[in-house]
């Protein structure tokens, strides 16, 4: 009679047991979308592939556009400081052309003024004046070019004639009609010069 009564009692826990395992393997599948092989989710090895070589042009081409917009943006601020810089150096560029006049007007006064003694006392004067209009334009590297003796250059020179010169090399600068300037380097107004031909 015993046993007869621990009969159902294993029933019973034989049956909870299964369904506990039934259980446990629904939860599995459900967890596991790989697990079901009729699963519309189930993805071949060659999909798989495929979608993370997608993810992975993608990703190049994303990165690639980040390393561009930076190289761009370099560019700009790199532009941006060039400009600064010659704004800087080349920004009294019209002004010291506007002078150059000046300094040409006091070189004639002074050539003008020749030996008379009635004018020495205004020429010192002009003397002056020029010396000090030629050292404010040093100080912003306004320099001065006065090519005499030299060979000729046409990136700093501009020919007015080409005369004859006995024991003078060709293509050599005789007289100078008017200086040169440049500001930094950069040529400001070329030198008027006459040259001597073969």
């Given amino acids: 009679m015993a046993n007869e009564d621990k009969a159902p009692e294993a029933e019973a826990t034989e049956q909870t047991v299964a369904e506990e395992v039934t259980v446990d393997e629904q939860a599995a599948t459900e967890s596991d979308p790989l697990a079901e092989e009729g699963s519309p989710e189930l993805l071949s090895l060659a999909e798989l592939m495929s979608q993370l070589e997608v993810s992975q042009a993608e990703a190049a081409a994303l990165k690639d556009q980040i390393l561009r917009g930076q190289a761009e943006t370099q560019n700009i601020r790199r532009r941006a400081e060039q400009d600064v810089e010659k704004a800087h150096k080349f920004g009294v560029e019209k002004f010291a052309t506007e002078m150059l006049g000046v300094v040409d007007n006091l070189e004639r006064a ?9 004018v020495k006392p205004m020429l010192e004067g002009v003397e002056m004046t020029l010396d000090m209009l030629i050292a404010g334009l040093a100080k912003f590297n306004v320099e001065q070019l006065n090519p005499e003796g030299e060979a000729f250059n046409p990136e700093l020179h501009q020919a007015m004639s080409m005369v004859p010169a006995e024991g003078v090399a060709p293509n050599t600068v005789v007289a100078v009609m008017q200086k040169g300037y440049s ?12 040259v001597s031909k073969a």
Avoid: C, K, S, Y
């Avoid at 002074?110 to 009635?118: L, R």
């Fill in 110 to 118: 002074i050539e003008a003024a020749g030996d008379d003694e009635a």
């Fill in 183 to 194: 500001l930094n380097g950069r040529l400001v107004r070329p030198a008027m010069v006459m």
